[in-house]
């Protein structure tokens, strides 16, 4: 409805936007303020929001409400001790940007030999950390329009992968897990692996569930199919990755180059899904199917690590020690005060570096998440860049926007699929 006020019966009149056009009616466009409070803003987005009746005009995004220096912050501090920042940028994707910051010291240190179970652990987790990511997503994004179903079941299967967090880390969220050079993995054991095959199976039984509501469901295609379209020049200028460019039909998963491949993911056999028409539609099947294709790689990794690294119950690998103080292995346990002085020494002075600097991307469950670190031979480094897929989704929304309802608008939120964590920083 929209009101127009009548002077000279001095009250205002409710119509509709067909009686608008029917009568004639000069309608006045409003300015509306859409968070930073609102639910469907998913936290501290702000949006201002030119509306002419319910169709959006124009739309202007407001951010940094957020914003905590984190770049900055990671270079006060020592290499191995700025791990535990990346957790809190994407709070829902974790072990993937730790990912992202290890490869780059790794980079730095000129290890390019990592041992392959060290590849297949990485993996492993970010796979689950891919589970974890799109089941928020998609569950959260039926929540902004209106169903309810796919959010309980989602979050049985999120609980089931933060215990793993748990069980490696400590932290069901911020687990800071993953660490640079090859380290020493005493905590995998052959239960936890079964324990995550076994929830393989159920996650399955789960995402036909979601499957079943979610996809053939009218009123969600009605919400969907042709809301937010965006075509390939789109995603060349908005540098769209991920996901949102894959919905155009756009080729592009690091996980699949044949060159730079990360983790030795161009030796697992995995798809990547793409779409045709560029709508929110497409893009929820493509985080469904890559839920799918996530487990299948789980499964793959799996089975590799207890059919080829166990014996019994104990893992059988012992990786190269590159500082003698960096790791200690069972074998050479701390024995006395000269060995634990040392390793405290090491641990509050931190590692030296090369001077130089490198670039380091992986593929994220949001887009392409990318570190860039510079460094002077000194245990901090002088310079970090970090490229987050959200930030650069978030420019689009205008232009995706524009021409819908603002009923629209929370189902194009949801598409993107954005934590402010990473767009502030």
Known sequence: MVVIRNKKLNRSLFYSWTQIKKKNIKSKSIIVNFGPQHPAAHGVLRLILQLNSEVIQRLDTHIGLLHRGTESLITTKHY????????????????????????????????????????????????????????????CHGLDIGNMSAIFWA???????????????????????????PYFNFFLDKQLLTDILFFVKGCFITLNEMHNVLTYNKVWKQRLVNIGVLSYE??????LTGVMSRSVGIKRDLRLAKENAYSGYNKIALKSFCGHNGDSYDRFLIRMLEMGESLSIITNVSTQLLNKYFLGNKFQ?????LNKMFYKTEKNPYTSMEDLIEHFIFWHTGFIVNKGTTVSYIESPKGEFGVILSADSTAKPIRCK?????????????????GHYLGDLAALIGTIDIVFGEVDR
């Open 234 to 239: 789109d995603c060349r200028n908005y540098s």
């Open 386 to 402: 970090i490229r987050s897929p959200s930030y650069f989704n978030l420019q689009a929304l205008p232009k995706l926007a524009k």
């Open 317 to 321: 690998y012992t990786p190269l020690i």
């Open 155 to 181: 979050f049985e299967e999120r609980e089931k992968v933060m215990e793993f967090y748990e069980r490696v880390s400590g932290a069901r969220m911020h687990a800071a897990f993953h660490k640079p050079l």
């Open 80 to 139: 191995i001790k700025s791990i535990p920042y990346f957790d809190r940028l994407d709070y829902v994707s974790m072990m993937t940007q730790e990912h992202a910051y290890c490869i780059g010291i790794e980079n730095l240190l000129g290890v390019t030999d990592i041992p392959t179970p060290t590849k297949l652990i990485r993996v492993l987790f970010d796979e689950l950390t891919r589970i974890l990511n799109h089941m928020l997503a998609v569950a």
